[in-house]
């Protein structure tokens, strides 16, 4: 004789979206761990391999605290900060690039205006940066509504 199973099935189904849960958790303390471990290899990097040294910035996801979403936890996107506070102005790609080549800022083996070109898109779509203008005379400054994200150099200080 056969038995109605939904009941347990419908446990089961729950049990495995707690799981899901759970792992997405234990996925996000996981990929943060990752970050702090890259910016100590960097920091680390930089020490001891001859690299430029960069403040060390740990940062941890925060509605808060821009930065903890993404920008200025990079290097990449730091030099993009640090650029735009210090000219106080909107810049084009050739400003940045400048900017870089003056700080001598390490892009490995990368083109440093595609790196920068698609650091600056990236941005901009995710609302850290307005852009305005078409093509080669784009020009990026900070969005108005994020002004407590600090450089590197003021978070040492």
């Known amino acids: ?6 009941r347990d099935l ?7 979206r707690k799981q899901r849960e759970d792992f ?3 996925l996000a303390e996981l990929d943060q761990a990752e970050v702090n471990v890259n910016a100590l290899l960097e920091y680390e990097e930089q020490q001891w391999g001859g690299k430029p ?7 941890s996801p925060s509605k808060d605290h821009p930065e903890g979403n ?9 030099l993009i900060l640090e650029t735009l506070k210090d000219s106080n102005r909107a810049l084009g ?9 003056a700080t001598r800022f390490d892009f490995g083996e990368k083109s440093p205006g595609r790196t920068l070109h698609w650091a600056l898109i990236g941005l901009t779509e995710n609302g850290h ?3 305005t203008g078409r093509k080669k005379e784009r020009k990026y400054r900070l969005k108005e509504e994020i002004p407590q994200i600090t450089t590197r150099a003021e978070a040492v200080q």
């Open 53 to 59: 040294i960069r403040a060390l910035v740990l940062t």
């Open 24 to 26: 997405k958790l234990k």
């Open 93 to 101: 790609l050739a400003d940045f690039k400048k900017h870089a080549l």
């Open 70 to 78: 993404g920008f200025g936890r990079t290097p990449l996107s730091q």
């Open 1 to 6: 004789m056969a038995r109605d199973i939904r």
């Open 10 to 16: 419908r446990e089961r189904r729950e049990s495995i």
């Open 129 to 131: 940066l307005v852009s």
